[in-house]
């Protein structure tokens, strides 16, 4: 029997696997538990362009506005239109949506949520589904990805080998290397640098969303969702003044929220005008009141934090990499769906497909994997993180500039980390430094506008390609 090992237990890697699971592959998720994951975090929804009125053509024409116009279009063309499916998918399973809202950039309230907890429900459903058909699960962090001669043969674990005929990335994204995220902090990027490092170039490594309303409490960094503000919340500074379309495009609200930083202003999220807050959003509603903060009544702080990472390991169209039999799915990938900036709730839509579609790659390549050779163990420790994060968060942040950028690629040099560590931050940094121009969640205030000679997805196979 065909053996695939997918690494990482988030939306992503649990619908490759319970859809490989059901095509009769032997299948085993390696993670660290699916609530330590970003799916399992997720507050809004998913996208699915599925409601009369609503089209996949609006949901295609939303998608490429916010990308920038930097979208593969046939990717979004094959992602939009595999949502009845998707939703078909999960409903299926047992899932069952509550509510339809809009979010920023979208023409048409195609965001199906439960409870402002989506994540939560979906996880746990995709769970149970993936035990159900028998899909192995093994607890631990993999370390390195199995690799020689351009071939995957598995991964280590604690220094041992597992073998898989396939091997799926599934570990989401990097927003981790930042200092401040909401994410989970398993999600740095060691394995889509290891992949780069090994032969399987990343791509648009400088396109990093950053949420604008994070919030930073005693109990660390949390995530203010977007629907507070689909649901009526208003952007206003301490003096009162309403300054943004809320509405707009993460990369805009958070740009809009840092100048009013930068010129000494603090800013807050006003919710007193919704009405039963605490039904709607009951999680944010928790921790805000474990803060002192009762949204009904009270003014809520915010700060724009590191949420999303567009770049990640390339692959085509059906999710192989450069590496044989190494696939990428989810988070951990990039194939030009998101284009420059990622329409909100695409991303959850984008684990469910590119999960389902990695099974039938999978099902038509059949990979086998032959004799194995004795492949090198060179995992030491991580290193220095907390520096590799200070430089991202300082020099390739919210507004980057060209002196900003070369700075960090210095301090770089003299960080002690890891090497696929130092190699991911390097790409950000060199390719936001090649491309410029401004262009969605990428901002160079040296080069304040699109342009369009840069019109056009970079590379990083340790130089930056664009």
Known sequence: MTKIGIVGDGAAGLTAAIALAKRGFDVTVIGKGFKNTNSYLAQAGIAFSILEGDSPRAHFLDTVRAGKYLNDEEVVWSVVSKAPEAYDFLTALGLEFEANETEGGHSFHRVFTI?????????????????????????????????????????????????????????????????????????????????????????????????????????????????????????????????????????IVARAIYRQMQAGKRVYLDATGIEDFKRKFPQIYAFLIREGIDPSKDLIPIFPIAHYTIGGVAVDPWYRTGIKNLYAIGEAMSNGFHGANRLASNSLLECIVSGLEVARTISRDRPRLGEVPEVPYTFDSLGDVEALREILWEHAGIVRTAAGLRAGLEKLNEIEADGRLKLLARGVLECALAREESRGSHYREDFPFMRKEFERPSFFDGRCRL
């Open 115 to 251: 409870r402002n907890e989506t994540g939560k429900h979906l996880m746990k459903i995709l769970y149970m589904a993936a035990e159900e058909h028998g899909v192995n699960f093994v607890e631990g962090l993999a370390e390195e990805l199995a690799v020689r001669d351009g071939v995957a043969y598995g991964v280590f674990l604690e220094g041992e080998l597992l073998k898989f005929d396939a091997t799926i990335l599934a570990t989401g994204g990097f927003a981790s290397l930042f200092k401040y995220t909401a994410g989970s902090p398993l999600n740095l990027g060691t394995l889509i640098g290891d992949a780069a490092m090994k032969g399987a170039p990343a791509r648009e490594l400088e396109f990093v969303q950053f949420h604008p309303t994070g919030f930073i409490g005693k109990e660390g960094v949390r995530l203010i969702s977007e629907a507070v503000r689909g649901a009526g919340a208003r952007l206003v500074t301490d003096d009162g003044e309403r300054f943004v379309n809320e509405l707009s495009t993460r990369d």
